[in-house]
């Protein structure tokens, strides 16, 4: 079965740093990109970036640029996002995303799939509060 | 920046009746648009990509259409698992990935 499976819920100061992972389960992960999307409380979808496939090239939405870093190990078909220097608005529940085959890239664009078919597999969402 | 913008934002229907929900863009997305389903407490659910394309394992009910910056997502006899909240989302500008409000289908 297809599937991405979070780390656990995480509960941290304003300032810290946040780790979560993110393993791919019944498919090779090697071959597709991996999207962060996270959702505060009772709020919509927001996207953070995307780390390509075999590479690992990133690609962050500018609200995040000096603050997020997104890793993969594809010896265990894991991915990480950090996030740094928390606020109390980045309570939310993270979740990581299987996007796109392949890689392509253009001065504009950055990295971004060659072939994207939408965000096919979702994480189960790691749930992080912020709070002193 | 691209800013996707969904209406309603509530939709009241009665069972088994169709619900129309828009996805208007500010800019051109071409046909990069998806369509996610999302029940309480759950991860959402890709239902169509590329517009107007089903993904795996979802319902003939479900449809989508448009191209450039308009937008539609049909759900032609609504079940009573269907009244959730649907977000659409454009994938066409990078890094500018966003997705629109959501929509929350009701019961009528």
């Known amino acids: 079965q297809v599937q991405l499976v979070q780390s656990g819920a995480e509960v941290k100061k304003p300032g810290a740093s946040v780790n979560v992972s993110c393993k791919a389960i019944g498919y090779n992960s090697i071959m597709y990109g991996i999207s962060w999307v996270r959702q505060a409380p009772g709020q919509g979808l927001e996207w953070m970036g995307w780390?390509?496939?075999?590479?690992?090239?990133?690609n962050y939405a500018q609200k995040f640029q000096d603050r997020v870093t997104m890793t993969r190990d594809t010896s265990t078909s894991t991915a990480y996002m950090e996030l740094t220097s928390l606020r109390s608005d980045d309570t939310a529940v993270y979740y990581c995303?299987?996007?796109?085959?392949?890689?392509?890239?253009?001065?504009?664009?950055?990295?971004?799939?060659?072939?994207?078919?939408?965000?096919?597999?979702w994480g189960q969402g790691t749930t992080v509060t912020v709070s002193s | 920046e691209i800013v996707m913008t969904q209406s309603p934002a509530t939709l009241s229907v009665s069972p088994g009746e169709r619900a129309t929900l828009s996805c208007r863009a500010s800019q051109s997305v071409s046909s990069n648009v998806a369509w996610y389903q999302q029940k309480p407490g759950q991860a959402p659910r890709l239902l169509i990509y590329?517009?107007?394309t089903r993904a795996t394992g979802i319902p003939a009910r479900f449809s989508g259409s448009g191209s450039g910056t308009e937008f539609t997502l049909t759900i032609s006899s609504l079940q009573s698992e269907d009244f959730v909240v649907y977000y659409c989302?454009?994938?066409?500008?990078?890094?500018?990935?966003?997705f629109g409000g959501g929509t929350k289908v009701e019961i009528k």
């Open positions: 995303v299987r996007e796109g085959l392949d890689w392509n890239h253009d001065v504009l664009s950055g990295y971004y799939p060659a072939q994207d078919y939408g965000m096919d597999v």
């Open positions: 989302q454009q994938y066409n500008k990078w890094p500018l990935l966003a």
């Open positions: 590329g517009a107007s």
């Open positions: 780390t390509s496939p075999y590479n690992g090239y990133t």
